[in-house]
């Protein structure tokens, strides 16, 4: 059986037609995701491009060879364009375009404009580098865990695989110039092979952006809005997670001295700054698998895995000591302090019962006289 070119490429045009349709709408549904545009404006530019290459022989060879095949390379700067918003990096709109404007420029030195296999070759190379810059930028962004994050990567960068491949075939075989001059089995292996990325790239692109909003939302519900820090429900979970390890540790929690009279004097967003301040802080010295938790208002707790009480109180110390050290040269009369209770993990008791050990020291440290660190069961140790 022998399939007609020229409605391969009618085909190709209309899955790709679909493809961007279905970008688009979901897009218009959450605005805020313009990786989504640039993917259906891709597509649909793409799809454009295809049905002038369907038409080669009915329509001026300026439309169908320079115009088509320059409007198909944009396509795919756009959908390189498309994946660096993904990643939150800046569009180059210059880049995105240069593939198809060099091609133009190219198309009017009749060398490169009579010789089919330039062209093969030069269109081949411009799609090649941008689905492997776009696979780039997918993997160099991998710290962000996404499921299809690896698929996505694989999907391009097979597609600029099979445009890298048609390069050396072109020069090996290189194309005749037939009556119809849509009868190379090329252009077959072309249409399928841009149908399958075309199906492929709207489920996987439409799963990373699903991924990523599933994946914040998970982290906006776990995190304290002010702070970055995790808020209660997810500290007391992570907590629960590691003390079921049986690994030990310390629990630290920590009450910032004062913090009304920092609100009345100098109101709530010095606040605010003092609260996240603390975080930053803390966040910079404590270990890196420590996990880190606001309580509520200016309570903040603080698990340290596998630590001795004597290294629990040292680092509760060094906390104490920089956030007094603390000074705003804006404000030279602020003042702030925190106290601290630690108390170490004893075998079989829960998390309830821990917090209210490291309750009970802090406590003390507040009646002790604020800005000092008490560990459970002893006497507050002096600032």
């Known amino acids: 059986m022998q399939l007609d070119p020229a ?24 605005p805020e995701e313009r990786t989504l545009a640039y993917w259906g404006v891709a597509h649909l530019v793409a799809a454009a491009g295809t049905v002038g290459l369907a038409l080669r022989g009915q329509i001026p060879d300026a439309v ?18 498309g994946v ?23 198309c009017l030195v009749p060398t490169f404009y009579e010789s089919l296999t330039l062209r093969v070759m030069y269109a081949s190379a411009v799609a090649t580098i941008y689905c492997g810059a776009a696979a ?10 996404l499921a299809s994050r690896v698929t996505a990567a694989a999907v391009l960068g097979l597609h600029g695989a099979f445009y890298f491949v048609r390069i050396p ?50 982290i906006a519900a776990s995190t304290d809005a002010l702070t970055g820090v995790r808020n209660r429900r997810a500290f007391v979970a992570a907590a629960g997670i590691a003390l079921g390890a049986g690994e030990g540790g310390a629990l630290l929690l920590a009450d910032l001295d004062r913090f009304k009279a920092v609100n009345d004097v100098h109101g709530h967003a010095v ?49 104490r000591r920089t956030f007094a050290g603390l000074q705003v040269p804006e404000l030279p009369e602020l003042r702030v302090s925190v106290s601290i209770g630690v108390a170490p993990v004893r075998d079989g008791v829960g998390f309830d019962a821990l917090m ?9 440290a507040k009646n002790g ?15």
Not at 84 to 102: T, W
Not at 358 to 364: E, I, P, R, V
Not at 376 to 382: E, G, K, L, Q
Request: hydrophobic letters at 50%; glycine letters at 6%.
């Open 169 to 218: 075939a072109t020069l090996l075989a290189p194309p005749h110039l037939h009556p119809n001059p849509l009868a190379s089995p090329w252009v077959a292996i072309l249409c399928f092979v841009t149908i399958l990325f075309s199906i492929a790239a709207a489920f996987t692109f439409m799963a990373l952006v699903k991924e990523r909003a599933e994946r914040e939302q998970r």
């Open 271 to 319: 606040g605010d700054a003092v609260l996240v301040g603390f975080c930053t802080m803390a966040t910079s010295l404590l270990p890196h698998d420590a996990l880190l938790g606001r309580m509520g208002g200016e309570e903040f707790v603080c698990f340290l895995p596998r630590v001795s009480v004597a290294e629990a109180v040292a680092r509760a110390e060094e906390l």
């Open 7 to 30: 409605t391969l490429l009618v085909v190709n045009s209309t899955v790709t037609l679909l493809a961007g349709a279905l970008f688009l709408t979901s897009w218009r549904q959450a």
């Open 64 to 81: 169908s060879i320079v115009l088509s095949n320059a409007v198909i390379l944009s396509a795919y700067g756009l959908i390189w364009s």
């Open 136 to 145: 780039a930028e997918i993997w160099r962004g991998r710290a962000e865990r």
């Open 84 to 106: 660096r918003s993904f990643e939150r990096r800046r569009p180059h709109a210059g880049l995105a375009m240069a593939g198809a404007l060099i091609w133009c420029g190219l």
């Open 356 to 364: 209210r050990r490291a309750d009970a020291a802090l406590y003390s």
């Open 369 to 383: 006289g604020r800005d000092r660190v008490a560990e459970a069961d002893m006497p507050p140790r002096a600032a």
